[in-house]
């Protein structure tokens, strides 16, 4: 009974070996071809996109004041207002210039008097001295008046012109066309030499005017072309080129204030309207691929690549230059052409067959 049973069991473990065998290369000759998502390597412009809120000003922006001091008689303008040259913009009260200028015309009146007669009297003692008649000594005296005479005169019109000027300085005029943007005083106010009265906005060349954060203007390259948009229509844009930064920075808020020159703006961007900018910055050209698509290899970045001959993957280790929430940049491991696989990274072995779903440029 024993000798049968012993050939009984080992017949039937040799065809569960068997059987086993066979299941296994059903289900390697059965192993589905398995879907992926790719893209194709390419190297395009790289970079980060900044876009910053900034207002549209006049590149030149000049503040108006008086030469002299005293009081605010009329400000003929207000904020808003057009101006032209030669426009008069305001004035001070003009009763100390005047009092002035006549005292200087005073003056001047003596003076030429005082001139004419040392003129006179040199006149006479040289005919005399040539005679005979008068002493070297009256000669050089009538000489020396005449001198000090012409000194004051001269004295006394400078005095009458800087009189004269003092008055014409009472009034304000505009020097070149533009727009009134702010003004500094009101009428009966005593304002100082040079104190701001009419801030104009000149015709000419806008600026979008930005705050910019240290940091991004570190990383920004020598010439960027930012482009600007009304905030509240962003169809409406033009072009830019920065056209003045700041030395130093804000003390309160650590920002540089910079000027972008607006190319050919259009007329729905007027002094004051609220805009965007947008500039890339790092504009060498590179490698970028989704993050989804990196994986290790022995500790290394490395990313599952597609040989279209053979519709097989292999795992490459790549150099990652730089690390973005949506994006990797590569620095080398990968060629334009390549196609690497994007999703289901992780399930994928060396060698095995693929087949392309979508596959993206």
């Given at each position: 009974?024993?000798?049968?049973?012993?050939p009984?069991?080992?017949?039937?473990?040799?065809?569960?070996?068997?059987?086993?065998?066979?299941?296994?290369?059903?289900?390697?000759?059965?192993?589905?071809?398995?879907?992926?998502?790719?893209?194709?390597?390419e190297?395009?412009?790289?970079?980060e996109?900044?876009?910053?809120?900034?207002?549209?000003?006049?590149?030149?922006?000049?503040?108006l004041?008086?030469?002299?001091?005293?009081?605010?008689?009329?400000?003929?303008?207000?904020?808003?207002?057009?101006?032209?040259?030669?426009?008069?913009?305001?004035?001070?009260?003009?009763?100390?210039?005047?009092?002035?200028?006549?005292?200087?015309?005073?003056?001047?009146?003596?003076?030429?008097?005082?001139?004419?007669?040392?003129?006179?009297?040199?006149?006479?003692?040289?005919q005399?001295?040539?005679?005979?008649?008068?002493?070297?000594?009256?000669?050089?005296?009538?000489?020396?008046?005449?001198?000090?005479?012409?000194?004051?005169?001269?004295?006394?019109?400078?005095?009458?012109?800087?009189?004269?000027?003092?008055?014409?300085?009472?009034?304000?005029?505009?020097?070149?066309?533009?727009?009134?943007?702010?003004?500094?005083?009101?009428?009966g106010?005593?304002v100082?030499?040079?104190?701001?009265?009419?801030?104009?906005?000149?015709?000419?060349?806008?600026?979008?005017?930005?705050?910019?954060?240290?940091?991004?203007?570190?990383?920004?390259?020598?010439?960027?072309?930012?482009?600007?948009?009304?905030?509240?229509?962003?169809?409406?844009?033009?072009?830019?080129?920065?056209?003045?930064?700041?030395p130093?920075?804000?003390?309160?808020?650590?920002?540089?204030?910079?000027?972008?020159?607006?190319?050919?703006?259009?007329?729905?961007?007027?002094?004051?309207?609220?805009?965007?900018?947008?500039?890339?910055?790092?504009?060498?050209?590179?490698?970028?691929i989704?993050?989804?698509?990196?994986?290790?290899?022995?500790g290394?970045?490395?990313?599952?690549?597609v040989?279209?001959?053979?519709?097989?993957?292999?795992?490459?280790?790549?150099g990652?230059?730089?690390f973005?929430?949506?994006?990797?940049?590569?620095?080398?491991?990968?060629?334009?052409?390549?196609?690497?696989?994007?999703?289901?990274?992780?399930?994928?072995?060396?060698?095995?067959?693929?087949?392309?779903?979508?596959?993206?440029?």
């Amino acid at each position: 009974m024993r000798s049968r049973a012993i050939p009984n069991i080992l017949l039937a473990v040799s065809l569960v070996a068997v059987l086993a065998a066979c299941d296994e290369e059903e289900t390697a000759e059965a192993e589905p071809i398995r879907p992926v998502r790719t893209v194709t390597v390419e190297k395009r412009v790289m970079g980060e996109t900044i876009t910053l809120a900034g207002t549209v000003e006049s590149q030149v922006q000049a503040e108006l004041g008086f030469r002299i001091g005293g009081r605010l008689a009329e400000r003929l303008v207000s904020v808003g207002d057009r101006i032209e040259p030669g426009q008069p913009l305001a004035s001070l009260d003009p009763t100390d210039e005047r009092n002035g200028l006549r005292a200087a015309e005073a003056s001047l009146a003596a003076a030429e008097g005082q001139l004419t007669e040392a003129r006179t009297e040199f006149g006479r003692q040289r005919q005399l001295y040539d005679r005979g008649f008068a002493s070297r000594a009256a000669y050089d005296r009538a000489e020396t008046a005449l001198t000090t005479a012409e000194s004051a005169a001269e004295a006394a019109r400078a005095q009458y012109l800087i009189a004269a000027r003092r008055l014409n300085d009472t009034s304000l005029v505009g020097d070149a066309p533009g727009r009134v943007t702010a003004v500094g005083a009101e009428p009966g106010e005593v304002v100082t030499a040079g104190r701001m009265i009419v801030q104009v906005a000149r015709d000419g060349g806008k600026d979008a005017v930005f705050d910019v954060p240290a940091a991004v203007l570190a990383a920004s390259p020598a010439d960027p072309e930012i482009t600007v948009a009304v905030s509240q229509s962003p169809t409406v844009s033009t072009k830019g080129r920065i056209r003045e930064v700041a030395p130093r920075a804000d003390p309160s808020t650590g920002t540089f204030r910079i000027r972008v020159g607006l190319i050919k703006p259009p007329p729905e961007m007027r002094l004051g309207t609220v805009v965007t900018g947008q500039a890339t910055f790092g504009d060498a050209a590179g490698i970028e691929i989704p993050a989804s698509a990196l994986t290790g290899g022995n500790g290394q970045p490395a990313v599952w690549v597609v040989d279209a001959a053979s519709g097989t993957v292999a795992l490459r280790e790549i150099g990652v230059a730089r690390f973005l929430p949506a994006s990797v940049t590569v620095s080398g491991g990968l060629e334009p052409g390549d196609i690497v696989v994007t999703a289901g990274v992780q399930a994928l072995r060396p060698g095995q067959a693929v087949r392309l779903v979508e596959a993206r440029p």
